[in-house]
RNA sequence: GGUCGGAUGGCCGAGUGGCUAGGCAAAGCUCUGCAAAAGCUUCUACAGCGGUUCGAACCCGCUUCCGACCUCCA
């Protein structure tokens, strides 16, 4: 079994990999909130935790990967006075508010479709965890740890602090936090119930205006901010799973706040690896619905969007984020999308041609070497980018030698036939988007690309490249190669 | 204001105290009726200023610039 080492936020070094109870991997994902269309900055998490799951996978772990629906909505932070995201978008269209949920929720899966990634084992969604939520609080305000004013239910932060290290994961004092300037400004509501500013809300008391209430112990009301992801992930993986993971932007409040919950409830930090993703920033600033910079998914891949010189196919895009470590910012470009894509094809065109070798009895040399650095990339902190640029060269090996320029032996073949590809489709999750071409299409392009190289011989190039002009007018290049005349569609 | 993270060749993006990252773009060559594809070759950078060292883009200090978080965020 591979050695992996991966970064863990917590202790901000690079940690062996070892699962609370091999062969079985916990893994909680804070999931989506189903309040609007998915944008590119959504893509990011999904994307390289799939790596991740898929990776984890082939070494022959058992994976239970918990994402959830956050269809509660988290309150809003402005003048809307804590009402809720989506029971806000609700009353605009006029719709229930779980239509509105499942709208969203249905864009989201259609996303992670396009994008070829493994589905999560359980999808639980917030609005059916409400009882255990209440029971979670319940344990909490029993700790000591809570209390209820006025109907709704605070996390006592100081009264944590006294015996916790609130702030551990996301690298803060509490005194910093009460001192903050930040704090001047934000005038929230509820803030005359909490013994102290920092603390933050469990369950909310309901106003008449909020559509999605339910009722607790406390208030005819709804779950505060944090308490969901501590209440499922404690559900469906236990008081202690193994990783936790997330974008940068929730390392605080979010999981620092889970972790609070889950400690006061269980005595227990709920993940032995918390992991995060960085952001994708558009023209060096994050995208974010809040600074109005999103490009969604769906325009995204249409191209329809002023920032966008062209569409990008699904695959692009992730091949795009992969080619950049997790840990750092990406920066959207449309030269870096194109590049990406152009790059991908040539990977997929090399897979392609890797089926037509044939052995030598001389050896490349090279093989064995890259395919174990491959390997060593993916153990490294899932080091994607370095994983890419091994995968090139074992390319350039397979071109090289399809051109007669180079040899691979059987032994070297056999490598390539057992890994190239099942890194590139099985852990990257790539996939061939070229699938859509059926066979009858096929068998039509063979006939026009027989009848042109018969035009050839004949010398009757007017007929040879009036075919290829035309079919390059409806998107298929033709490739004139040693064994024959390819196409593809461009 | 507090905390943290960045600054790498035309562009994107890895990485490391001394040895080619990789991709894209560009140029030349091979192949070829032409083109494309493919192959080969070329392009050698690490914000600035000091310091440590035989040697630093990589370690330390300072400076400049940028970003993230500080109770909406993937």
């Not at 309901?206 to 559509?211: D, L, R, W």
């Not at 691979?408 to 590139?424: A, G, M, P, Q, V």
Request: with cysteine.
């Amino acid at each position: 079994m591979q050695t992996i080492q991966i970064y863990n936020t917590y202790t901000r070094t690079i940690e062996k990999f070892e699962p609370l109870q091999p062969p079985f991997v916990g893994i909680y994902l804070c999931g989506p909130t189903v309040y609007g269309l998915p944008h590119l900055g959504h893509v990011r998490g999904p994307v390289f935790f799939d790596v991740l799951h898929r990776y984890f996978k082939k070494c022959d772990y058992k994976v239970r990967l918990v994402r959830n629906i956050t269809d509660v909505g988290h309150l809003v932070n402005d003048a809307d006075e804590g009402e809720d995201k989506i029971a806000r978008l609700a009353k605009i269209e006029q719709l229930e508010p779980m239509e509105v949920a499942q709208f969203y929720t249905n864009k989201y899966h259609e996303m992670l479709n396009a994008l070829n990634l493994l589905p999560a084992s359980i999808e639980p969604r917030a609005s059916g965890h409400i009882i255990e939520q209440i029971e979670m609080i319940e344990t909490i305000i029993k700790n000591g740890y809570a209390y209820a004013s006025n109907g709704s239910v605070y996390f006592d932060v100081l009264k944590y602090s006294a015996s916790h290290n609130y702030g551990k994961l996301s690298g803060r004092v509490l005194e910093d936090l009460i001192a903050g300037a930040g704090n001047e400004a934000r005038e929230l509501e509820g803030q005359g119930e909490k013994r102290n500013p920092n603390d933050f809300a469990l369950w909310k008391k309901a106003g008449p205006e909020h559509i999605m209430q339910w009722n607790s112990p406390w208030s005819r009301g709804f779950p505060g901010w944090h308490i969901e992801c501590s209440a499922m992930s404690k559900k469906y993986l236990g008081d202690c799973f193994d990783i936790h993971g997330g974008g940068m932007d929730l390392l605080f409040p979010h999981h620092e706040s889970e972790i609070a919950q889950s400690t006061a409830c269980t005595s227990h930090n709920p993940a032995k690896y918390w992991m995060h993703h960085n952001m994708i920033t558009i023209n060096g600033q994050k995208m974010a619905k809040s600074l109005n910079n999103g490009i969604s998914v769906q325009a995204f891949f249409s191209g329809d969007h002023p920032l966008l010189e062209k569409a990008y196919s699904p695959m692009t895009l992730k091949f795009f984020i992969l080619m950049a470590h997790y840990r750092g910012t990406l920066d959207f470009s449309n030269t870096a999308l194109q590049a990406a894509e152009k790059g991908l094809s040539r990977l997929m065109a090399a897979s392609e041609t890797l089926k037509t070798i044939n052995p030598s009895a001389i050896e490349n040399g090279s093989v064995k070497l890259l395919v174990d650095e491959a390997y060593q990339a993916l153990n490294d902190d899932l080091n994607t980018p370095i994983l890419i640029s091994k995968l090139f060269e074992l390319a350039t090996i397979i071109n090289s030698a399809n051109g007669g320029t180079t040899a691979i032996s059987e032994e070297e073949l056999t490598l390539l036939n057992t890994h190239f590809d099942s890194l590139i489709f099985d852990i990257l999750g790539l996939k061939t988007e070229a699938s859509a071409i059926n066979e009858k299409l096929d068998g039509v392009m063979q006939m026009l690309l027989t009848m042109r190289n018969e035009a050839k011989q004949n010398k009757n190039f007017a007929l040879s490249d009036e075919i290829r002009n035309k079919l390059s007018d409806l998107g298929f290049e033709i490739k004139d190669g040693k064994e024959g005349s390819f196409y593809s569609i461009l």
